[in-house]
Nanobody
Framework: VQLVESGGGLVQPGGSLRLSCSAS????????MAWYRQSPGKQRELVAS???????KYIDSVKGRFTISRDNAKNTTDLLMDSLKPEDTAVYYC????????????????????WGQGTQVNVSS
C-alpha cells in the first residue's frame, strides 16, 4: 500500500492550496485518513483527520481555514487550505491508521500507520 501526495508548492499569505493523497493497492477497507505537518525544529503535528464515515477533526490553528475531505470510492483524501499563513509552512504528510488489502495470491493483509512521502508547502511573500 502506498500513499502518494500532491499539490504542495509556494503560495503567498492569504492564498490557497489543495493537497491530495491517493492510496494505491487492492484496498478492501480504509479507516481514518489524516494530514500531518512538520516544520523544521518542530514535532510532527496532526492537522486534520477524517473517518470513513466522514467525521472530521482539526487542530485549532486551522479551524475555519482548512477543509479535509475524502472519496471512499477512489481511496483519496484532500486538504483544502485557504487563508494560508507563513506559519502554515511545513512538509505535509498523508496518513492512514489502518488499511486492509488483498494481495495477488488472495491473502488479506492489514497495514497500520501508513505514511506518504510528504509534500512541501511554503507560504511566503
Amino acid at each position: 500500500v502506498q500513499l502518494v501526495e500532491s499539490g504542495g508548492g509556494l503560495v503567498q499569505p492569504g492564498g490557497s492550496l489543495r493537497l491530495s493523497c491517493s492510496a494505491s493497492g487492492s484496498i478492501l477497507k480504509l479507516d481514518t485518513m489524516a494530514w500531518y505537518r512538520q516544520s523544521p525544529g518542530k514535532q510532527r503535528e496532526l492537522v486534520a483527520s477524517i473517518t470513513k464515515d466522514g467525521s472530521v477533526k482539526y487542530i485549532d490553528s486551522v479551524k475555519g481555514r482548512f477543509t479535509i475531505s475524502r472519496d471512499n470510492a477512489k481511496n483519496t483524501t484532500d486538504l483544502l487550505m485557504d487563508s494560508l499563513k507563513p506559519e502554515d509552512t511545513a512538509v505535509y504528510y498523508c496518513y492512514v491508521d489502518r488499511v486492509v488489502v488483498t494481495l495477488d495470491d488472495s491473502r488479506i493483509i492489514t497495514f497500520v500507520d501508513r505514511w506518504g512521502q510528504g509534500t512541501q508547502v511554503n507560504v511566503s511573500s
